[in-house]
C-alpha cells in the first residue's frame, strides 16, 4: 500500500520553508508528492517539529502550491465508472488503459435502439488547474441510437458526477470537453483534514499527463509567470501531451498533434501518412485507418493518394471487413488522382465485384461493376470470366 511509505516533511529547501506530502493513497488516486511554501518566509517557526505536526502559524497562514503529482492505475480507473450515476440514454460506461491511451466503451440506448461504442479521452489542460477531457474518435457498433455528440456529451456528464462540486461550481463542459478539479479533493484530504489552510493555486498548470505502465501520471507545475520570490518556475509545456514514461513525446501522440495543427491539403496529408504508419507500428489499426481516410481527403494527384487507397484497402481485408474493403477498392477506382490506368482501375472494380459476389452475396450488384470495369478494359479476361460465372 502507497500509505505504508507515507511522508511529510516541513523543512528548510533552497532558502524557504517547503511542505511535501509523498505517497498517499487516497483510493481514487495515489498522491506521489505535493508542495507547499510560503512566499516571504524563509525559516520555520520556532517548536516546529520535521514533520510539521504541532500547531503552528503556517498552518494558519495561506500558502502557494507549487507542484502534484497523481497516479491513478489500472483498478482505479475502473472502480471511477463502477458507481457511476449513468446519464439518460448511456446504459453502461467503463474506462480502460490500452496503446497508451485512455480509452472508454460503454452503451448507448434511444427510441428502442441500442448500441455499444469504444471511443478515446483527449487529457488536456483546462482553466487554470483543471483537467480537461474531450471524447475522440467514437466507434459505433451497429446503427447508432445517438448522434456522435450526444455519445460524447453523455460520457462527459457521467464521468462529471465523480467529482464534487469545487470551489468554482461543479464540473463544467466547455468547447465539448469536460474541465475537472481533480486535486481539490485531494487538497481537502491532505491538507484541510489537517488542519492546514488551503494554498494558493493560481500560478498552478496541468503540464503532463501519461500513460505509461503504472497507469495515468497527471503533474501539475508552475507557469513560466508564476515563479517568484526566488522560486524558479517549471517551463511549460505547449498544452498538455501524451507522453511516455522515460519524458519523451511518443511519435504517435506527436504526430496527432501535428496533424491537427497541419492546413487543409497536402501537408496535411502527408502528415497523416506518417501518422498511419506510427499507428500501424503500435498496432492500433483503428488509428491507422483514421489517418489514412485524412491523408487521401487531403492528398493531390500523385503517388501518395495512390499508396494510401491501396493501404486502406489492405487494412480492411485484414480487419475482415469486405463490404467497406469492397467500397474502397470503387472509391479508389474512381479517384483521378492516383493516375491509375484504365486497365488498372477495371482490376479494382473486379476485386470489388468478387467480394460482393462471394463474401457480400450481392451477385446484381457485382454485375454492374463488372460491367464498368469491361467498359474501362475490354480485354480484361478476369472481368469477362466473372461476368460469364454470373450469368451461367
Known sequence: MADAEAAIALALADGRVLLTIENRDLGPAVVERVAVDWPGVSRLPPGVDENGHQ??????????LLAANLLVDGP????????????EGLTRIALTFEKGRVVVTGGVTAAGRDADFKARLRLGAGA??????????????????????GIASAVLTALGRQLPPDVDGPARIVEDGLELDVLQPALDELLVAEGWRLPSSTTLRLHSAVVSLRGLELAWGEDAAGGADGVPAPTPEAGVSERTRQGYEAPV?????????????????????????????????????????????????????????????ELYARRGDPHAAAKALIASADDARTGASEAE?????????????????????????????????ASSIEALESLESLTT
Open 55 to 64: 500547531p503552528n502559524g503556517l498552518r494558519r497562514r495561506r500558502g502557494r
Open 76 to 87: 482505479r480507473l475502473k472502480l471511477l465508472t463502477e458507481a457511476t450515476s449513468l446519464p
Open 128 to 149: 487554470g488547474r483543471r483537467l480537461r477531457i474531450a471524447v475522440e474518435d467514437i466507434r459505433i457498433q451497429g446503427v447508432p441510437p445517438l448522434p456522435l455528440s
Open 253 to 313: 501522440a506527436a504526430l496527432r498533434r501535428a496533424l491537427e495543427d497541419a492546413p487543409r491539403g497536402p501537408e496535411r496529408a502527408v502528415v497523416a501518412q506518417k501518422l498511419a504508419a506510427a499507428c500501424e507500428r503500435v498496432t492500433d489499426e483503428e488509428g491507422a485507418l483514421e489517418a489514412l481516410k485524412i491523408c487521401i481527403e487531403n492528398a493531390g494527384p500523385g503517388q501518395l493518394v495512390a499508396t494510401a487507397w491501396r493501404r486502406l484497402i
Open 345 to 377: 482501375r477495371a482490376a479494382a472494380l473486379v476485386a470489388a465485384a468478387e467480394i460482393l459476389r462471394k463474401r457480400l452475396a450481392l451477385p446484381a450488384d457485382a454485375g454492374m461493376l463488372l460491367e464498368r470495369a469491361i467498359a474501362l478494359d
